[in-house]
């Protein structure tokens, strides 16, 4: 599976940005998607992941309920990653994975940088 993540960038505290994630090699739909996020000096940690198939099922870190939301489009093999009201800890590398089984995520993303300026 090759997955491109994409959409990072610079934002003022308060806005918002959309990541997407396009999967390859692979077929799409059998694959949970989820996105994590390390910030300078700390460990990679989870931010949102939604189930595969129809995705039906979505979950989020504490720290971005209310403010992020994860989708996927399966017609074009992209999951998305949409964060509003945007905080400076928001700041780190995000990365997207896919799992073929459950939320065992096998497959990693390059990253893209999200710097939220306060």
């Known amino acids: 599976v090759q997955l491109q993540a994409s959409g990072g960038g610079l934002v003022q505290a308060g806005g918002s940005l959309r990541l997407s994630c396009v999967a390859s090699g692979t077929i799409f739909t059998a694959n949970s998607m989820g996105w994590y996020r390390q910030a300078p000096g700390k460990e990679r940690e989870f931010v949102a992941r939604?189930?595969?198939?129809?995705?039906?099922?979505?979950d989020y870190a504490d720290s971005v309920k209310g403010r992020f939301s994860i989708s996927r489009d399966n017609s074009q093999n992209t999951v998305y990653l949409q964060m509003n009201s945007l905080k400076p800890e928001d700041t780190a590398v995000y990365y997207c994975?896919?799992?073929?089984?459950?939320?065992?995520?096998?497959?990693w993303g390059q990253g893209t940088q999200v710097t939220v300026s306060s």
């Open positions: 939604v189930s595969d198939g129809g995705g039906r099922r979505k």
């Open positions: 994975a896919a799992a073929r089984s459950g939320f065992r995520w096998d497959s």
